[in-house]
């Protein structure tokens, strides 16, 4: 009992750094390398990649709308590569976690904010007109409660209250009735979610729309994701007696079925970023493993961390950087710097370019922290 009482030593794992980076590497600017790449070689292959660096417009799946629920899922890795139980613990052992979460909570919800009214716009001073639902909101309900969970609760507690939400939450979208609509109906205005939204959130939505892509009740599931890191942080820490690559296969097989049944749900719930279905949670999920076990093999296992090297240096700032992207003007910058350089190639590489400025820019930025030890965690 007493050893599952006591903090257990917070393993490190690189892998964990670098998809961080790779995830937000998209994020800064990477998504725009496949246009460039196509009008700059006319190759058509490029058109389709490039389709991926875009959400879907309703229901589907693009490699892009993988982006947001990874970063919650490796938040949720993290929290299971050093689970601690608190709730047998006296009171003031527990109370500088407890203040922790509550001002990492707080300060995400608050940063949020301000990443919505970012660079040339600002916040308003009307408190109803502004947009309080956010990327980084979200991310810190889903960390929050997933804490909650991890530090109250056993392990098959855990398992068992993210079965009920992924359940629970597809029941209700299927069957639960409201005012003025249906349960089944899944389109942007005629869902559950955008009666919520429109009634409950408070502030305006995204684009003013009757659903917000980060609205209350999508939020909801997204501790499954984070939860289904915990599981995988948890698989990860403890010793296994077939050794590394064991670990690996079980992740790449458990990855791929919970992928494949997430597009069997899909023919009852429909896989949703912007309303955050069950199907959409369990898809991400598939995929959010598997590029974990690739870059757990590459990275920690044969120790390619070389290559790794360049998102590990995004993925210890993540956080700040993503802000930053809002609050400064990075391509202003990159032109001020390399705009010569990006003129002197043709007109048909000049977007390319560009995009490589653009992100060696904010590279740089990060390289300098990190070499200097500043990694800024919330």
Sequence with gaps: ?????????????????????????????????FAGLLAWSSWQGWQWADAQMHHSQWHGFTFYDLIFPLFIFLSGV??????????????????????????????????????????GTGAPVAIDEVRYASVLGRIAFAWFFAAMLVWHTS????????????????????FMPFPGGVGGVFTPQGTINAYVDTHFLPGITYQNRPLDPEGILSTIPAVANAMAGVFVGHFIVKEHKQGEWAKVVCLLLSGAFILALGWWVNLIIPVNKDLWTSSFVLVTTGWSIILLAIFYAL?????????????????????????????V????????????????FSVAAQPLIGVIALLLVQWLVLYWMYKRDIFIKV
């Excluded at 009992?1 to 590497?25: H, I, Q, V, Y």
């Excluded at 098959?156 to 209700?172: N, S």
């Design 78 to 119: 993290a929290l299971g590569l050093s689970p601690k139980r608190l709730d047998k613990l006296p009171i003031a052992q527990r109370m500088p976690l407890y203040k922790h979460s509550v001002k990492r909570l707080f300060l995400l919800l608050f940063f949020g904010v301000l990443y919505n009214h970012g660079w």
């Design 1 to 33: 009992m007493e050893a599952s009482l006591t903090k257990a030593p917070k393993r490190r794992l690189m892998s964990l750094d670098a998809l961080r980076g790779f995830d937000m590497f998209w994020i800064l600017g990477g998504e725009a390398l």
């Design 155 to 174: 392990f098959r507690t855990q398992v068992f209250v993210t079965l009920g939400i992924l359940i629970a939450y597809g029941l209700l979208q299927l």
């Design 299 to 327: 990275v920690d296992v044969l120790k390619w961390q070389k290559i790794a090297f360049p998102f590990v240096v995004i993925g210890c700032n993540a956080i700040i950087i993503y802000l930053a992207s809002s609050l």
């Design 329 to 344: 003007n990075w391509k202003y910058t990159a032109q001020s710097l390399f705009g010569g350089v990006v003129n002197y």
